[in-house]
């Protein structure tokens, strides 16, 4: 049995799970908001874990997985300071919940994991180069090239979001005009608060957003609504983040040549209103031979992809496939 922990910036899960043949069950789930500070968050992880164990009369997990986001340094199991995390500062969360359960644990960022995830039980199974794409709250990646998880010489490879796109636009990871500016749920909303005030000081009518103060408090899940009702603005407005969406994956596809994305997030719940603009821009920018041999997929683990990532992480630390 292993054990998996997903850290987010709002919650946490601790689960158990299982592996059988090519499937993965999850026995047991907890869900609770992040704790304050890291220490308190190891402290729950830990107390959550021995009643899980206890509950289910095991001694401790054969491994545990954690996934977080990034920055992160996997091979020491040392979180770095992740923007969505403030305090999390040079934690050693790996050797601490070993020595505290006496279970193998492996750290990996949540893109990473979630290409894992995907690649040994999603969309990706069978696939030798693929690129799974987080596009929730940021904007990240994580590489499975020739057959093995790919992270680069400081387990920094896969950061498309720091990729800037243009000069102006909405900021994400530190820079306007970013991917993760335009790719990712906090940066569609800064983008449609933008057009929104556009349309209002023209003296045109928002439906759903009918005043400023409206528009400040917009999110990306708001559009989507409008989206799916047909609004003209909402539909422009992901015409105008698949364009970028499509900009971000020539660049990978002319570096990287995978034969599938799969992403997540925002392009999982509205690829619909993404893929026209998308797939126009990344066969204009693209060398034709790479784009053709593409496939982009939403994720196929859905909801589940954080919990799946987590405990996949515990698999291939196992099988010695993290970081080899």
């Not at 040079?90 to 990996?108: F, K, N, Q, R």
């Not at 790919?150 to 387990?155: D, E, L, M, Q, V």
């Not at 053709?292 to 515990?314: F, H, K, M, N, Q």
Request: aromatic residues 6%; charged residues 20%.
């Amino acid at each position: 049995m292993i054990a998996g922990i997903d850290i987010g910036g709002t919650k946490c899960a601790v689960l158990l799970g299982e592996q059988r043949l090519d499937d993965l069950t999850i026995i047991e789930r907890v869900e609770f908001p992040t704790p304050s500070t890291p220490q308190l968050a190891i402290g729950a992880f830990i107390e959550t874990l021995r009643e899980l164990c206890h509950k289910h009369h095991i001694s401790a997990p054969d491994a545990i997985g954690i996934s977080c986001g990034g920055p992160l340094d996997s091979r020491r199991g040392i979180i770095l300071s992740p923007p969505n995390l403030i305090g999390w500062d040079e934690v050693h969360i790996t050797d601490e919940i070993t020595a505290a359960l006496g279970a193998p644990t492996y750290l990996c960022n949540d893109a990473d994991a979630g290409a894992l995830a995907e690649w040994t039980f999603g969309a990706g199974r069978g696939c030798e180069h693929m690129v799974f794409i987080t596009f929730g709250t940021g904007l990240g990646a994580g590489l499975i090239l020739g057959g093995r998880l790919h992270t680069g010489a400081s387990n920094f490879a896969g950061e498309i979001g720091h990729i800037r796109l243009d000069r102006h636009g909405p900021v994400g990871y530190g820079k306007s005009g970013s991917a993760e500016g335009f790719c990712s749920g906090n940066g569609i909303a800064q983008l449609t608060r933008t057009r929104v005030l556009e349309q209002l000081q023209s003296g045109k009518q928002v439906a759903w957003a009918t005043t400023a103060a409206d528009a400040e408090r917009i999110t990306a899940k708001d559009v989507g609504l409008a989206a799916a009702s047909g609004d003209r603005l909402a539909l422009d407005i992901f015409a105008e983040v698949g364009e970028q969406f499509g900009r971000t994956l020539a660049i990978l596809v002319d570096v990287l040549n995978p034969e599938l994305v799969v992403a997540g997030g925002v392009y999982m719940r509205a690829h619909q209103f993404i893929d026209d603009a998308m797939w126009a821009t990344l066969r204009r920018e693209a060398l034709p031979g790479a784009a053709d041999a593409l496939r982009v997929l939403p994720s196929a683990l859905g909801e589940r992809i954080g919990d799946y990532a987590a405990l996949t992480v515990a698999i291939n630390g196992l099988n010695h496939r993290v970081n080899q």
